[in-house]
């Protein structure tokens, strides 16, 4: 009986994400965000700033419209994250990092997509959605790899410091 209440005690912790520190969470409602075209991998991208020039080597990448918007980053004090999905031929797609928690040395961003719907009206200009989330690197002293992942748990990226 006994160990039976530990391994329960203990799967119940596991479930409940027990030694994982929520980090970030992100105030945009997107529980019923849709993506129901292709992910198109190529254009996507994703980027973890660990110093200076990982960042500018990862954002060569956006097009000058999105890289243009970006804030200044305070690299020693913050760890910049982000998603960029690529030019898009219209407006109504979206992309959202809705939480980062931390477990162990490792931090994972959840992403959420959009896609505009059918008969859904939205700007007739392209675009160019990203998100972008300046983390304190206090909160991240033993973090040595970031993994980007969807809401349903699917692997997107994964970086080593």
């Known amino acids: 009986m006994y160990r039976v ?34 992910l198109e991998e190529d254009a996507m991208l994703f980027v973890v700033g660990y110093t200076k020039i990982d960042w500018d080597k990862g954002i060569q990448g956006l097009a000058p ?17 982000l998603v960029y999905l690529g ?39 392209f675009t160019y959605p990203y998100s972008l989330v300046l983390l304190e690197r206090a909160e991240l002293k033993n973090v040595e790899r970031v993994l980007f992942v969807d809401r349903e748990g699917t692997l997107l990226a994964d970086f080593r410091k």
Do not use: C, H
């Open 5 to 38: 209440l530990i391994f329960l005690i203990i799967a119940v912790m596991l479930t409940l994400g027990w030694g994982e520190t929520l980090i970030y969470e992100s105030d945009v409602p997107t529980d019923d965000w849709v993506y129901e075209e292709a």
């Open 65 to 81: 419209q999105a890289a243009r918007r970006l804030p200044e980053i305070d690299f020693e004090e913050q760890l910049p994250l």
């Open 87 to 125: 030019e898009r031929p219209t407006g109504g797609y979206g992309v959202e990092i809705d939480s980062a928690a931390v477990k162990g040395d490792t931090l994972a961003a959840v992403v959420s997509f959009r896609s505009p719907q059918p008969n859904e009206f939205v700007t007739m200009a």
